[in-house]
């Protein structure tokens, strides 16, 4: 942390003097771990068609955050991170057992936690109020420790991603190809879920659980505007997301808004930005 | 998920690869999907496998793939009396992509066949090898292209180059004349005819379009749940099976 301070206190900005603002330092590291994390996912959840998806786990992962509060874990986060975990496995299984639309399951799914979730909450005349900062969340509150936590997150991911991408695409673009050369399908998709589940979860005390999906999906969905293969697809929608969380940030301290809606504008106006000057593509 | 039953093998096919299917049936749950289905797939044959719609043509290639469980028995037997698993290439019936999706030709091709993660830049390695598994089925030019970009004789194409690689001892394809012009289908059919004799290999496919099954296929089988019929083209199409199971869509549109 001593080398990011004295790193950051180069930076010409006000909170960026010596000895001062470690909320801000903290998190404008926090968001550059963060960044890129929704980035990378964000381009597999646009292609496999999860942005509904991942909504539903946020709802499932503040259900986890109550059950951990009810049953006085220390840190709820981890109850919320198993609950997440399975709930993103259960889904994967329920969605491949039956013929439903994968949009009907999700339905299901989504208001069953959410219900669960206030029912808990506000059990035994139990007040809603301390909830609150789940929903817009506070990136300027994150303490070191955290952020040790994402970055660890931040690596597991791209290990992830380098291990098994190539057999996640495939299953994506055409299941019965993928399993006729040899990929698993169906665990595939599981740990893919589980860990949007995972980071959804844990992030999701800094973003806010209301825009916390457009993180997942935005970056992606403005690179898919202008991306002709993989390649420039990650990379447009990582420097995207980057980028965005930076400038939101800034603009939050400035204006003193939420950090989360602010990065959530900016990559809407890319988004806005790519549409237009998306190629009619043949 | 897949579940593989291979029993031993009988006399028969010595010498050379072959596929021998017998008394195969398939369940999905209490729907029988098909039953009693018993042939053969010579060495360097293309059978062709026709039927209507909801005949079971897919659930039969799917079971052969090991994707399905079935009863009865699916034998292999490969030259020289080896009779382990051989590599089966599966076209799949043509897949509808997202047209808008940023996947590439080369991106799905390299991560079907190699663990090169396809978001790293590109080794030129990897690049050659792709391109010249497409040059197989003379579609170099698509290298760049984008998957929802493609034709249907080009999707075609990149799928029968994939199913290629590494070159299977059989090949399946799930109705690869669908959603292809009569150009592109007289080019996939030579394509698939070039390749079982430059490469050895047996071809089963399934298909609607009967007025080319004369000059491509050795043989036809005809299939509803149970083989009705097999044998030579001009014997299948001419049979009162075809006649009763192809009734309607003669009465109707009369292409056939």
Same mark, same amino acid.
């Given at each position: 942390?001593?080398?990011?301070?004295?790193?950051?206190?180069?930076?010409?900005?006000?909170?960026?003097?010596?000895?001062?603002?470690?909320?801000?330092?903290?998190?404008?590291?926090?968001?550059?771990?963060?960044?890129?994390?929704?980035?990378?996912?964000?381009?597999?959840?646009?292609?496999?068609?999860?942005?509904?998806?991942?909504?539903?786990?946020?709802?499932?992962?503040?259900?986890?955050?109550?059950?951990?509060?009810?049953?006085?874990?220390?840190?709820?986060?981890?109850?919320?991170?198993?609950?997440?975990?399975?709930?993103?496995?259960?889904?994967?299984?329920?969605?491949?057992?039956?013929?439903?639309?994968?949009?009907?399951?999700?339905?299901?799914?989504?208001?069953?936690?959410?219900?669960?979730?206030?029912?808990?909450?506000?059990?035994?005349?139990?007040?809603?109020?301390?909830?609150?900062?789940?929903?817009?969340?506070?990136?300027?509150?994150?303490?070191?420790?955290?952020?040790?936590?994402?970055?660890?997150?931040?690596?597991?991911?791209?290990?992830?991603?380098?291990?098994?991408?190539?057999?996640?695409?495939?299953?994506?673009?055409?299941?019965?190809?993928?399993?006729?050369?040899?990929?698993?399908?169906?665990?595939?998709?599981?740990?893919?879920?589980?860990?949007?589940?995972?980071?959804?979860?844990?992030?999701?005390?800094?973003?806010?659980?209301?825009?916390?999906?457009?993180?997942?999906?935005?970056?992606?969905?403005?690179?898919?505007?202008?991306?002709?293969?993989?390649?420039?697809?990650?990379?447009?929608?990582?420097?995207?997301?980057?980028?965005?969380?930076?400038?939101?940030?800034?603009?939050?301290?400035?204006?003193?808004?939420?950090?989360?809606?602010?990065?959530?504008?900016?990559?809407?106006?890319?988004?806005?930005?790519?549409?237009?000057?998306?190629?009619?593509?043949? | 998920?897949?579940?593989?039953?291979?029993?031993?093998? @009988? *006399?028969?096919? +010595? =010498?050379?690869?072959? /596929?021998?299917?017998?008394? &195969? #049936?398939?369940?999905?749950?209490?729907? !029988?999907?098909?039953?009693?289905?018993?042939?053969?797939?010579?060495?360097?044959?293309?059978?062709?496998?026709? @039927? *209507?719609?909801? +005949? =079971?043509?897919?659930? /039969?290639?799917?079971?052969? &793939? #090991?994707?399905?469980?079935?009863?009865? !028995?699916?034998?292999?037997?490969?030259?020289?009396?080896?009779?382990?698993?051989?590599?089966?290439?599966?076209?799949?019936?043509?897949?509808?992509?997202?047209?808008?999706?940023?996947?590439?030709?080369?991106?799905?091709?390299?991560?079907?066949?190699?663990?090169?993660?396809?978001?790293?830049?590109?080794?030129?390695?990897?690049?050659?090898?792709?391109?010249?598994?497409?040059?197989?089925?003379?579609?170099?030019?698509?290298?760049?292209?984008?998957?929802?970009?493609?034709?249907?004789?080009?999707?075609?194409?990149?799928?029968?180059?994939?199913?290629?690689?590494?070159?299977?001892?059989?090949?399946?394809?799930?109705?690869?004349?669908?959603?292809?012009?009569?150009?592109?289908?007289?080019?996939?059919?030579?394509?698939?005819?070039?390749?079982?004799?430059?490469?050895?290999?047996?071809?089963?496919?399934?298909?609607?379009?009967?007025?080319?099954?004369?000059?491509?296929?050795?043989?036809?089988?005809?299939?509803?749940?149970?083989?009705?019929?097999?044998?030579?083209?001009?014997?299948?199409?001419?049979?009162?099976?075809?006649?009763?199971?192809?009734?309607?869509?003669?009465?109707?549109?009369?292409?056939?």
């Amino acid at each position: 942390m001593e080398l990011w301070y004295s790193l950051v206190e180069l930076l010409p900005f006000e909170w960026a003097a010596p000895g001062t603002m470690y909320f801000m330092k903290n998190a404008l590291l926090a968001v550059l771990v963060i960044s890129p994390l929704f980035g990378i996912l964000s381009t597999m959840v646009v292609t496999n068609r999860m942005s509904f998806f991942s909504d539903a786990l946020g709802h499932s992962a503040f259900t986890g955050i109550a059950i951990g509060t009810l049953c006085g874990v220390a840190d709820p986060m981890w109850a919320a991170i198993l609950l997440a975990a399975a709930f993103a496995l259960l889904f994967t299984y329920v969605q491949r057992r039956s013929n439903m639309a994968s949009d009907t399951v999700i339905g299901v799914f989504s208001s069953t936690a959410v219900a669960l979730g206030i029912f808990i909450a506000t059990f035994d005349s139990g007040s809603f109020t301390k909830f609150n900062s789940l929903l817009i969340g506070d990136i300027l509150s994150v303490e070191p420790a955290k952020i040790g936590l994402l970055a660890v997150i931040l690596l597991v991911v791209i290990l992830l991603w380098l291990c098994s991408f190539n057999g996640l695409m495939l299953s994506s673009v055409h299941p019965a190809l993928a399993d006729s050369r040899g990929v698993q399908v169906f665990w595939q998709e599981a740990i893919f879920s589980m860990a949007i589940a995972v980071v959804v979860t844990v992030s999701m005390t800094w973003v806010g659980l209301m825009v916390i999906n457009s993180l997942l999906v935005l970056p992606a969905a403005a690179a898919r505007n202008l991306a002709r293969n993989m390649r420039q697809f990650h990379l447009i929608s990582m420097v995207a997301a980057v980028a965005a969380s930076v400038a939101g940030l800034m603009t939050s301290y400035q204006l003193g808004a939420s950090a989360g809606a602010s990065i959530t504008l900016y990559l809407a106006v890319w988004f806005a930005i790519t549409f237009l000057l998306r190629k009619t593509r043949l | 998920m897949s579940i593989q039953k291979h029993g031993t093998s @009988g *006399p028969g096919c +010595a =010498g050379s690869c072959c /596929l021998k299917v017998m008394d &195969l #049936g398939v369940n999905f749950g209490q729907e !029988e999907v098909l039953h009693d289905v018993s042939f053969h797939l010579h060495c360097g044959e293309i059978v062709a496998l026709i @039927g *209507p719609n909801g +005949a =079971g043509k897919s659930s /039969l290639f799917r079971t052969i &793939l #090991g994707q399905i469980p079935h009863t009865g !028995e699916i034998v292999f037997q490969r030259a020289g009396g080896d009779k382990t698993r051989p590599l089966i290439g599966y076209v799949p019936q043509s897949p509808s992509f997202d047209r808008g999706d940023p996947v590439s030709v080369f991106d799905f091709f390299s991560a079907a066949i190699s663990n090169w993660p396809v978001f790293l830049p590109t080794p030129k390695k990897l690049r050659a090898r792709v391109e010249s598994c497409l040059a197989r089925v003379h579609g170099e030019g698509l290298l760049d292209k984008r998957l929802g970009a493609l034709s249907g004789g080009e999707l075609q194409r990149v799928l029968l180059a994939l199913a290629l690689e590494p070159l299977p001892h059989i090949l399946i394809l799930d109705e690869p004349l669908s959603g292809v012009d009569i150009d592109g289908e007289k080019q996939l059919l030579d394509m698939l005819d070039e390749i079982r004799t430059r490469y050895d290999l047996s071809i089963l496919l399934s298909t609607h379009d009967f007025a080319t099954l004369d000059q491509y296929a050795d043989k036809v089988i005809l299939l509803k749940s149970q083989v009705l019929k097999v044998g030579p083209p001009h014997e299948v199409l001419s049979s009162p099976e075809f006649q009763t199971v192809f009734h309607l869509d003669l009465g109707k549109g009369g292409i056939f």
